[in-house]
């Protein structure tokens, strides 16, 4: 009797493990087909879709690193670089934006993909808010503070980011940010 509810148990635990087995199988299937439809074909323009807040790379997209001098006084210098993680090419590039009369300054960022991207928002004048749709951002920045937008450049493209209190996308307060390959 005792090896019977042995083997039972051991079917059990047995069907119980092929079942988990087959669970991870399709999530793991699952997330590497949804992983791999992420767009970052920009540059390729392979099944890249340009929409009011998305655009591929622009020609002569470069990323400026610091202390450098640029030739477009909207183009952000990072104040700092670092490496992202040990044993990798991925940096951490650290800009300083101002939202003052209506207008964000400097107004374009440039980063490679895969870099972690932190920006210091100071607001001087007003409320604005910080939207970057493209990757799901929203941070508000009331009058005298300042707030930190993170993130990684995952995906390759120039996307708008805005103030939507100033008006949106069709206002004065917007700007770029370029993810080059």
Known sequence: MIDLK?????????AAGA????????????????SNNT??????????VETDTKKMVPKGAYVPEVD???NDKDLAVPKDVVSAAPDVDAKMRQFEVSA?????TPSKIS?????TV????????????????????????????QRIVEFQATNEGQYVYYCEKCGGID???????????
């Open 111 to 115: 980063v490679r993909k895969g870099d």
């Open 68 to 70: 450098q001098q640029t």
């Open 19 to 34: 079942l988990i087995v087959v669970l991870a199988l399709i999530i793991g299937l699952s997330y590497k087909k949804s």
């Open 39 to 48: 767009g970052d074909t920009a540059g390729k323009n392979n099944g890249f």
């Open 118 to 145: 932190r920006i210091n928002i100071a607001s001087i004048d007003k409320d604005y808010d910080f939207v970057l749709p493209d990757f799901g951002m929203k941070q508000i920045i009331n009058k005298g503070t």
């Open 171 to 181: 206002s004065n307060a917007k700007g770029t940010i370029t993810i080059v390959p």
């Open 100 to 104: 003052n009369g209506g207008v964000f």
């Open 6 to 14: 042995s083997k039972k148990a051991q079917i059990i635990i047995g």
